[in-house]
């Protein structure tokens, strides 16, 4: 498969895992609603890797984790968004 808005290649295997990621969410969606409710989860290899209270601190702690993935994050609670497959989380640079 390729993205045709990069040109590069997009692995059908990581297409496969975001989408069993997005099923242990939607399995897990009550339990994670009445514990977790407006934090964010990372889900990654059909595993919850952890709970945090902002996006940037999920993002940041999976691209230190698993790179460029695939990995989920999701806020609890909030309606699901569609975004288009090239957009990225790149991490701000941190000031000295």
Not at 18 to 39: N, Y
Not at 48 to 74: I, Q
Request: with cysteine.
């Amino acid at each position: 498969m390729v993205d045709t808005q990069s040109g590069s290649r997009v692995s059908s295997v990581s297409v496969s895992a975001i989408q069993r990621d997005i099923e242990v969410f939607k399995a897990l969606k009550d339990a994670l609603e009445s514990e977790h409710l407006g934090e964010w989860v990372l889900i990654c290899d059909g595993q919850v890797v952890g709970f945090y209270k902002s996006f940037e601190a999920a993002a940041d702690d999976a691209v230190g984790r698993f790179g460029n993935g695939p990995f989920l994050v999701r806020q609890i609670g909030a309606e699901p968004i569609t975004l288009p497959a090239s957009v990225m989380y790149r991490p701000r640079p941190h000031a000295c």
